[in-house]
């Protein structure tokens, strides 16, 4: 199974560089349209649009759109839960009368969960007791295959940066970590919003952060020429080693 993350894309429409973030996801979906061999799925793990504003959205969906595999989204600190489900609902994985945007994708030799992070009001994440029982109902439902978890926040400390840790406190990132222990069958987490790479674990299961792909907010040190090309990430699986990742630079 491949799948492409991209993450914080962070579409506005009144800002000077509104453009250039239009630009950037419109050259990432065309590079993992590109791809030989395609993607099984693309993820987009949050921080869609910067204001949570419903115009935004649309040019979102516009984009998404002309994706050739399927699209599934996670919400960002910076995404609104009512305006993104009302965006993609009609994609028909987000159930309409869920407070959280949670949900799985089975369709695949690997489990695909995507889980709620946001804290509203605040840039970090939460994952209260509900979350925590709502991701145990998600893993147990079936039993057999292996898991990929998709959140927003990084559920383990990003070593570079002004903040180490990406969660309110550090109960919910306890009891956001033992959850997803809880089956033995969740085999990587990949997750965004601190706008660089990153890698990490959740107790032995590899943890990874892709860049954003609005050039203009990516994080870390970059030459020249490479300042204005996205970058997102390639995850491979392989049921004997698991996932392989790469990242990709996308052609200027």
């Given at each position: 199974?491949?799948?492409?993350?991209?993450?914080?894309?962070?579409?506005?429409?009144?800002?000077?560089?509104?453009?250039?973030?239009?630009?950037?996801?419109?050259?990432?979906?065309?590079?993992?349209?590109?791809?030989?061999?395609?993607?099984?799925?693309?993820?987009?793990?949050?921080?869609?649009?910067?204001?949570?504003?419903?115009?935004?959205?649309?040019?979102?969906?516009?984009?998404?759109?002309?994706?050739?595999?399927?699209?599934?989204?996670?919400?960002?600190?910076?995404?609104?839960?009512?305006?993104?489900?009302?965006?993609f609902s009609p994609c028909g994985y987000l159930a309409p009368d869920s407070g959280f945007i949670?949900?799985?994708?089975?369709?695949?030799?690997?489990?695909?969960?995507?889980?709620?992070?946001?804290?509203?009001?605040?840039?970090?994440?939460?994952?209260?007791?509900?979350?925590?029982?709502?991701?145990?109902?998600?893993?147990?439902?079936?039993?057999?295959?292996?898991?990929?978890?998709?959140?927003h926040h990084p559920p383990f400390e990003v070593l570079v940066g002004p903040d180490r840790l990406h969660f309110e406190t550090t109960e919910m990132v306890a009891r956001l970590r033992q959850a997803l222990q809880h089956s033995g069958r969740v085999v990587a987490v990949f997750s965004g919003h601190v706008h660089r790479a990153a890698e990490g674990h959740v107790g032995s299961i590899p943890a990874t952060v892709v860049q954003c792909i609005a050039t203009t907010l990516r994080k870390g040190e970059y030459p020249p020429h490479m300042r204005t090309r996205p970058v997102y990430q390639v995850h491979r699986f392989d049921p004997v080693w698991g996932f392989a990742s790469e990242t990709r630079i996308v052609d200027a």
């Open positions: 199974m491949i799948i492409a993350q991209i993450s914080d894309t962070h579409l506005v429409l009144d800002t000077p560089d509104a453009d250039q973030r239009i630009r950037d996801f419109a050259l990432a979906v065309a590079d993992i349209n590109a791809l030989d061999p395609a993607p099984d799925v693309i993820v987009h793990t949050g921080d869609i649009v910067h204001n949570g504003r419903q115009d935004e959205y649309v040019c979102a969906v516009a984009t998404l759109a002309k994706a050739r595999a399927p699209v599934y989204v996670l919400g960002g600190n910076r995404d609104d839960r009512a305006n993104l489900r009302a965006a949670d949900y799985t994708v089975d369709a695949y030799p690997v489990r695909l969960i995507a889980l709620d992070t946001l804290s509203p009001g605040s840039n970090k994440g939460d994952f209260c007791p509900e979350r925590v029982r709502r991701l145990l109902d998600l893993i147990d439902t079936e039993t057999t295959k292996p898991i990929a978890v998709f959140t």
